[in-house]
């Protein structure tokens, strides 16, 4: 007999044969009433889940570029595109190498600040009405821009999952509903009996 089991971060589908489906929804935890096992495969709570229309902050940050929007559902109501150059490493040695070292950091630097005035413009009046925050890029830039004292009211709603995206364009940010509303299913093994 086929069951379904809703927990918190996920909803497992459960076959006659004891073949097992776990789907990761967007967007945890599930409602708490729906909670626990039900007979007969019931898709019902994951799809009001995954289709309720929620606002979403998207901050998405890579050295020398960075991309941040607010969704309403898919629609894209406020973003803010930018970059900056940063060199990239110097690879010999020599008595200029220092020089260009310091060069680029202060590059990496102002960069992540410019990033981090964008973020504090976009998404922090919209804090109040955000469901969540989806994050992408590389880590440390986030957790540096992420940092900044102006953007403490985001980070208990970032989400923990860091998206992999390219450069950070306005066409990557256009197109991130597709990756952050999408729900993650994998299949999980049988129950043996």
Known sequence: MA????GEEEVVFVAGDRARVAC???????ASELRGSH???DPAP??????????????LVRLGGHAVGV????????SKVGSRLVHARHRKGGSSSGRFARRREGQARAALEQAADVAARVLVPFA????AVVLGGDR???????????????RELAIDRVLDVPDPRLAVLRAMPERFLATIVR???????
């Open 3 to 6: 069951s379904t089991e809703i």
């Open 24 to 30: 990761e929804p967007p967007f945890p935890p599930l």
């Open 39 to 41: 007979a007969g495969f």
């Open 46 to 59: 994951l799809l009001d889940h995954v289709r309720r229309e929620r606002t979403v902050g998207v901050l």
């Open 71 to 78: 969704f309403e559902g898919v629609r894209l109501v406020d």
């Open 128 to 131: 109040a009405r955000l469901d």
């Open 140 to 154: 440390r830039a986030l957790d540096t821009v992420l940092g900044d004292a102006r953007l403490a009211p985001l």
């Open 187 to 193: 299949p999980s093994g049988r129950i043996r009996r």
